[in-house]
C-alpha cells in the first residue's frame, strides 16, 4: 500500500503531520490511529455520529470533493460548527492525489 502525508490541525492550532497514511484508508482511520484530538470516530466510519468533523483546506477542495446526501444529512448534526468546507472524514478515502493534503479538526458541536 502506498502512503501520502497529510497534516490535521488540531483545535488551539497544533500541526500533526502524518508521512505514513495509507491510501485506501479512510482519514477518520489515520486520525484515531495517529491520537489526532477531537477526531472520536465514535460510529466507527459508519456517517452516523459526526464526531469526526474537519473542514477541508480551500486549497484542497475541489480535489477531496463534496458530502453525498447521506453525509449531508449527518452533518446537519453539527450545524452549529458546520461550514462549506465541512466533511465527515471517515467518508473521505485517500488516494493518490491526496498527497500533501491538509484538514483542519471542527470544534465540537454535539
Ligand atoms: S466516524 Fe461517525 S460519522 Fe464519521
Not at 22 to 47: D, F, P, S, Y
Not at 77 to 90: A, D, G, H, Q, Y
Request: negative net charge; proline residues 4%; charged residues 20%.
Amino acid at each position: 500500500m502506498s502512503e501520502i502525508t497529510i497534516t490535521f490541525v488540531e483545535i488551539g492550532g497544533t500541526e500533526k503531520v502524518i508521512t505514513d497514511a495509507g491510501v485506501g484508508e479512510n482519514i477518520m482511520q489515520v486520525a484515531t490511529a495517529n491520537e489526532v484530538a477531537g477526531i472520536l470516530g465514535e460510529c466507527g466510519g459508519g456517517c452516523a455520529c459526526g464526531t469526526c468533523h474537519i473542514y477541508v483546506d480551500p486549497d484542497w477542495e475541489s480535489v477531496v470533493g463534496g458530502p453525498n446526501d447521506v453525509e449531508d444529512m449527518t452533518l446537519d448534526m453539527v450545524f452549529e460548527t458546520r461550514k462549506p468546507n465541512s466533511r465527515l472524514c471517515c467518508q473521505i478515502e485517500l488516494a493518490e492525489n491526496m498527497d500533501g493534503l491538509r484538514v483542519t479538526v471542527a470544534p465540537e458541536s454535539l
